[in-house]
T-cell receptor, first 111, second 114 residues
Framework: GENVEQHPSTLSVQEGDSAVIKCTYS??????FPWYKQELGKRPQLIID?????GEKKDQRIAVTLNKTAKHFSLHITETQPEDSAVYFC??????????FGSGTKLNVKP | DGGITQSPKYLFRKEGQNVTLSCEQN?????MYWYRQDPGQGLRLIYY???????QKGDIAEGYSVSREKKESFPLTVTSAQKNPTAFYLC?????????????FGAGSRLTVL
């Protein structure tokens, strides 16, 4: 099955700086890669996603890049704000519509 | 609550007891999933169902059981065979198409074994 690895596990940045979270996946058949933000005690919420036929996607301060050859994808957050502090998960959709998740990155944005 | 309702939000269980977590969706989604979340770990797939009356084991199915008798409902039973059941359980659903099947989560159920 698919294996998704995510780094770093914790990330601390100063407000206004950029944050980058990286994920790798193992199954070349995976074709859809969502990113979720989870605030403490709440459900994960989709923040951005990318499909395998696209190399980059941007939504305001958030962008995702995908390198299919290297099997890695990354989340970029620019001009970070304290409300960006949360746990972020990457995921890959494999065969049979199964979603596999990374272990999460706890982002702390210091004011 | 985003079309997926999980209940109860908090549940306490004594060792040796079975408990059932409810998950109901009104999104008309074909696929439904149960994930387990432990502190500092990602979401691990317990069971998933692509269609009514059919479901498959995920990566950590031992000690759990499910049913899918209705499209809207996918209850999870945590049996006494599950050795470490204390965790946060998340139900999710998606369409079954290959293009637009965004995964939507419920608010979660936190199970504590006393």
């Amino acid at each position: 099955g698919e294996n998704v690895e995510q780094h770093p596990s914790t990330l601390s940045v100063q407000e206004g700086d950029s944050a980058v979270i990286k994920c790798t996946y193992s199954d070349s058949a995976s074709n859809y890669f969502p990113w979720y933000k989870q605030e403490l005690g709440k459900r994960p919420q989709l923040i951005i996603d990318i499909r395998s036929n696209v190399g980059e996607k941007k939504d305001q301060r958030i962008a995702v890049t995908l390198n299919k050859t290297a099997k890695h994808f990354s989340l970029h957050i620019t001009e970070t704000q304290p409300e960006d502090s949360a746990v972020y998960f990457c995921a890959a959709r494999g065969n049979f519509n199964k979603f596999y998740f990374g272990s999460g990155t706890k982002l702390n944005v210091k004011p | 609550d985003g079309g997926i309702t999980q209940s109860p939000k908090y549940l306490f269980r004594k060792e040796g007891q079975n408990v059932t977590l409810s998950c109901e969706q009104n999104l008309n989604h074909d696929a439904m999933y149960w994930y387990r979340q432990d502190p500092g770990q990602g979401l691990r797939l317990i069971y998933y169902s692509q269609i009514v009356n059919d479901f498959q084991k995920g990566d950590i199915a031992e000690g759990y059981s499910v049913s899918r008798e209705k499209k809207e409902s996918f209850p999870l039973t945590v049996t006494s065979a599950q050795k470490n059941p204390t965790a946060f359980y998340l139900c999710a659903s998606s369409t079954s198409g290959t293009r637009d099947n965004v995964l939507t989560f419920g608010a979660g159920s936190r199970l504590t074994v006393l």
